[in-house]
């Protein structure tokens, strides 16, 4: 085999789950580290030294503060392939859901007094980089991350999963939580993570994105006919991937 | 003898944070943990969401 893929698992703001869902792999992890070469992970060790090239960068985490930019153009700049790990990466998440909250919520919660912790626009990183592949999820489904460095090893780039949660879901025999009138977000959401939330009797909160062929307008409609209030189904939508759906708008005000 | 020591990215924690120290003949005279973490504003996310929504958003902190 012809030289280890130099490879950093890094991470902006976030809560550093996605990063720890890569060592969550862990029958598997001694067989990673030694197929690539592991340049970056503050998890597993301290960084090999200055400033590396790398091959492929794992990256968590949102654009929320001045630094996260600094240091994502940084890597941008040093990386062949950079991957969006997790929700934060791919659409912002939760800390994302701001742009909905008033102000007045957040104002006294502001550390503006020190610099290096200046607010900016809360953004996925593809909003200020080119990102070449997005593995999606809040937290990541661990086994999915491994495919992705098997084909990146291979140079078989992996194919994304594109069918709804409820794919996965009916084949693991599970009842269908909206005919048990919950708000379950699986029809319109990508699957790849095994409905490990519906497995558990909770319902699908979107935290993968939407689907290409997701019909908004008929899934908000069946909603309202259960039951569920306009307000709570955009909130519900929003939470974890508002900035990736601007369809919702057109659709709540028709 | 003062000497500033300073950790510029703390490893095998979650989050970002620098440590700083300054040490006076083998004495720690002063010590400042600095989180550079970009923020959340969780505490604000949470505030008007239905109760049974909390356990969800919060354990995304």
Not at chain 1, 196 to 209: D, F, P, Q, T, Y
Request: proline share 5%; glycine share 8%; with cysteine.
């Amino acid at each position: 085999m012809s030289e280890k893929l130099k490879v950093g698992v890094m991470d902006i703001t976030g809560c550093n789950g996605c990063v720890l869902s890569v060592a969550f792999n862990e029958d598997e992890v001694l067989d990673i580290f030694n197929l690539i070469d592991v340049q970056e992970y503050r998890f597993v060790s301290d960084p090999a030294g200055e400033k590396p090239q790398f091959d492929v960068v794992l990256m968590e985490g949102l654009v929320a503060s001045p630094r996260d930019i600094e240091l994502l153009k940084d890597i941008r700049a040093r990386t062949k392939v950079l991957v969006a790990l997790g929700t934060c990466a791919h659409t912002g998440c939760i800390p994302a859901y701001r742009k909905w909250t008033p102000k007045e919520n957040l104002a006294h919660l502001q550390y503006d007094k020190f610099d290096d912790i200046k607010d900016v626009d809360p953004t996925p990183q593809d909003a200020h980089v080119k990102v070449d592949a997005v593995i999606p999820g809040c937290p990541p489904n661990r086994r999915e991350i491994l495919e992705v460095i098997k084909g990146l090893v291979l140079g078989k780039p992996y194919k994304p999963y594109t069918m709804p949660v409820c794919v996965e879901c009916r084949r693991n025999g599970n009842f269908c939580l909206l005919d048990l009138n919950k708000p379950c977000l699986g029809p319109i959401t990508v699957g790849g993570c095994f409905a490990i939330c519906v497995n558990a009797g909770l319902e699908c909160w979107g935290c993968r994105g939407q689907t290409a062929d997701a019909n908004l307008p008929t899934f908000v409609r069946m909603l309202e006919d259960k039951g569920f209030k306009r307000e709570f189904i955009e909130e519900r939508m929003r939470t974890f991937v508002g900035l990736k759906i601007p369809a919702l708008k057109e659709v709540m005000a028709e | 003898m003062t000497k500033n020591i300073t950790l510029e990215d703390i490893t095998k924690i979650e989050g970002h944070a620098v440590l700083v120290l300054r040490v006076s003949d083998g004495k720690v005279e002063d010590c400042q943990l600095r989180a550079v973490e970009g923020s959340r504003y969780f505490e604000g996310l949470l505030v008007g969401r239905r109760y049974d929504e909390a356990s969800w958003i919060a354990s995304r902190i």
